[in-house]
């Protein structure tokens, strides 16, 4: 007892000290081997450490990574914002429902939040405030609405859990769909709401004929999700090949196409690619480590004891995986929360016979919320950087949202089908 008091006061020390997080991790990791498994050779944490992230599906990560990056930095995500301003722009409260949709198309090219928040935050923001939302709300909403990046295909959370417990990425991608509209319709109702008591009023509709003509330039944008999923759901590619193929697409589009990039960014958004890339493999090294010993010391057996003692079923042991998820996502980034708690819940949702799939989009749906939670949601700071927004005030518009976030949560964690009626209709 007195040794795991010393883990949790190392482990609360370092927070407070603000280290990084694989720093953190991998203390912890070397405490617990030398209080608990000290017999243990040093080499196998390095044979650990490295065969963790040895694993072919991981490569899908830095490719939607540069994707993402090429992406936003070049002309894919204007072109498709202002594709959905010339369809949604003149409803009430047009530029919300655009930089919701405009979340969810730039994510199902780009598979990551805070690339999302970066590329879109610059074209709506202004236009939301010309439009008569308050800025707490359009700050918000930013910040949130990029959250369905993580849930629409392709994305690079569901790839980790995937690598975590072996569960199909592409029946991942496939169930995530649904939950990312689900998620967007939440927050479209909830900016139709907002829009109607403020008398929020859209812009003038725009002939058909230009709402064709912007459709047709943001068409290269938009063939992106159609190429990833298509291949593969088609059998064409496997998901890590249609990683690979978005990089290759992304270049061909921002360079020969729109013509919107040179030689010198490409190498600019490449090294920021690579530096983004390393910061995750590093976090998941050590996270393999982390998950080694949690193995040793049977936390899952011990986890699934203890809720045979006390007798509680599936509905207790899921409103508590919310709560760890939701406690955890205050204080530290998402995919170390991901790292940390999955390994000893995923076999305890096993053997109470939630299906894998659902489990991931519970677990999908906790990391959005974490990273919008103050106060060290990292959507928060991505924004205020881009924006050049204080954290206090875009902290004060985001309350709102992480309540739909939760409404949603509850209803895709008791509703399974949300989750898995999408799968069994595509996969059979």
Do not use: C
């Not at 490409?266 to 920021?272: E, F």
């Amino acid at each position: 007892m007195i040794r795991l008091g010393f883990i949790a006061v190392l482990g609360a020390a370092l927070l407070v000290g603000g280290f990084e997080m694989f720093l953190i991790l991998g203390a912890l990791a070397l405490a617990t081997k030398q209080l608990f498994f000290a017999s243990l050779p040093d080499m196998v944490l390095i044979q650990k450490a490295v065969g963790s992230v040895n694993h072919s599906t991981l490569l899908a990560i830095p490719f939607f990574i540069l994707a993402a990056e090429l992406m936003g930095d070049g002309q894919i995500a204007r072109r498709l914002t202002d594709a959905m301003r010339a369809f949604l722009g003149h409803l009430p409260g047009g530029m919300g429902y655009t930089a919701i949709g405009g979340a969810m198309a730039f994510g199902s090219v780009s598979g990551s939040a805070p690339a999302t928040v970066a590329a879109l935050g610059r074209l709506v923001y202004p236009e939301m405030r010309k439009e008569g939302f308050s800025e707490k709300f359009t700050l918000g909403l930013i910040a949130s609405s990029a959250e369905t990046a993580l849930l629409i295909p392709p994305s690079i959370t569901m790839i980790i859990y995937a690598w975590m417990t072996g569960t199909s990425v592409a029946e991942l991608f496939i169930a995530g769909l649904a939950v990312g509209v689900t998620l967007g319709l939440a927050f479209a109702i909830y900016t139709w709401w907002v829009a109607r008591r403020s008398g929020v009023r859209g812009a003038a509709a725009l002939p058909w004929g230009e709402r064709i003509r912007a459709l047709g330039r943001a068409g290269w944008a938009l063939g992106m999700p159609i190429i990833i999923m298509g291949g593969i759901y088609s059998g064409m590619f496997t998901p890590t090949e249609a990683a690979a193929v978005s990089v290759v697409y992304a270049i061909l589009v921002e360079m020969v196409i729109y013509r919107s990039m040179g030689l010198g960014r490409l190498i600019s958004v490449t090294q920021r690619a690579a530096v983004s890339t390393a910061v995750i493999f590093i976090l998941l090294a050590i996270g393999g480590l982390v998950s080694y010993f949690i193995t040793l010391a049977q936390v899952p057996a011990t986890i699934i004891t203890f809720l045979n003692e006390v007798g509680a079923g599936p509905v207790i042991f899921l409103m508590t995986v919310n709560v760890a998820f939701f406690i955890a996502g205050m204080f530290i980034d998402p995919n170390s929360a991901l790292l940390i708690l999955v390994p000893p819940l995923y076999p305890v949702a096993l053997a109470m016979g939630i299906d894998p799939i659902h489990f991931g989009m519970i677990v999908t749906l906790n990391i959005t919320i974490g990273m919008i939670t103050p106060p060290f949601g990292l959507d928060l700071f991505v924004a205020s950087s881009t924006l050049r927004k204080p954290v206090l005030t875009i902290i004060s518009g985001i309350w709102p949202f992480v309540g739909v976030n939760i409404i949603v949560l509850l209803i895709v964690t008791y509703i399974p089908e949300i989750s898995l009626f999408l799968p069994r209709l595509v996969l059979g």
